[in-house]
């Protein structure tokens, strides 16, 4: 990392993310520990949130620490007007550390550079969510027992997906093939595609969740439609229902194959897909503890002595 703050899973090299894999590891297997003793975190959370703001708080209580935060903004001074920067001031004289979620993209990246105690960005609009990219990558490994040449595909909504957005950015060590399957209203933005390109990673783009492409894949990483970006609410109707995920959709799938989804869902994946061995999201969401325990105590500079 180049500076202590967690803004986009690009500050990760390759090697930290293999560290903090075994981080994680350490942590679901260790999932109490005393180190985060007279520390305070903040939860700022300009959006709303369930597991990302309760399993970053659920991991501050069980290193030890303790937490302050909101979870709605309106009852905050910045529905007063206070700015983003002010908030970010005065937060910094009570903690020790900020885990933020913001609607605008950037506000992470701007609230690091004006804070004194380390950022970690937990969601910035259609930008990053590295916390989610960790779990992941956590997730891609534990199930498939390697990162290394996977086939992926990612259904729903790419143009604001930001969780797709960190996950193309981290497996590019990892050579991954991608489909993305998207209306034309929500294809993976060009930037990412261009990211691709540059790092030689293939992808097909198509239209069609097809069972061609379902029993190719070793992930299938479901997104939810964000009515929440969308200006133009007829907009949202028309694409809102496109991809669901049925159970028997998954016949003539690979026995590895693992469906993720970073959840909230809607109806892209039916109810019928969860007693499926195949079906991950609550596993991946109980991942995501293991993953914030372990970046908190990175961005913190708090060395794991795995030995105890
Ligand atoms: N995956 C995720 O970010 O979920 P929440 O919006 O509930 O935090």
């Not at 679901?28 to 959370?45: C, H």
């Not at 913001?102 to 804070?115: C, D, K, P």
């Not at 997730?139 to 143009?159: E, P």
Request: aromatic residues 10%; charged residues 25%; hydrophobic residues 35%.
């Amino acid at each position: 990392m180049k500076n202590e703050s967690l803004v986009s899973i690009s500050d990760f090299t390759k090697e930290e993310m293999l560290e903090l894999l075994d981080d994680m590891r350490y942590f679901e297997a260790n999932p109490n520990r005393n180190l985060l003793q007279g520390k305070v975190a903040a939860t700022l959370f300009f959006e709303p949130s369930t597991r990302t703001r309760l399993s970053f708080e659920t991991a501050v209580n069980r290193l030890g620490g303790k937490v302050i935060g909101f979870s709605d903004a309106a009852t905050t001074s910045s529905s007063k007007g206070e700015t983003l920067k002010d908030t970010i001031m005065m937060v910094n004289n009570y903690v020790d550390l900020i885990i933020m979620r913001h609607h605008l993209e950037g506000a992470a990246r701007y609230a690091s550079e004006v804070s004194r105690v380390p950022i970690i960005n937990a969601g910035d609009g259609a930008n990053q969510h590295p916390s989610q990219t960790m779990l992941d990558l956590y997730s891609i490994y534990k199930t498939q027992g390697r990162l290394d040449n996977l086939t992926i595909t990612m259904v729903g909504d790419l143009k604001y997906g930001r969780t797709v957005h960190s996950l193309i950015m981290a497996m590019h060590y990892f050579n991954p093939t991608f489909n993305f399957v998207a209306a034309d209203e929500l294809q993976m933005p060009e930037q990412y595609k261009e990211f691709c390109r540059e790092h030689g990673i293939s992808f097909n783009e198509t239209a069609d969740f097809s069972a061609d492409v379902i029993n190719r894949s070793d992930i299938i990483y479901m997104t939810r439609v964000q009515r929440e970006r969308f200006t133009d609410l007829m907009e949202y109707e028309k694409v809102k229902n496109l991809y669901n995920l049925h159970n028997s959709m998954l016949d003539g799938s690979k026995d590895n194959l693992r469906i993720l989804h970073p959840l909230p869902r809607v109806n892209e994946i039916s109810t019928d897909v969860d007693d499926n061995p195949k079906a991950y999201y609550f596993q991946q969401a109980q991942n995501g503890l293991y993953a914030r325990q372990a970046i908190i105590c990175k961005v913190l500079g708090i060395k794991l002595n795995k030995e105890e």
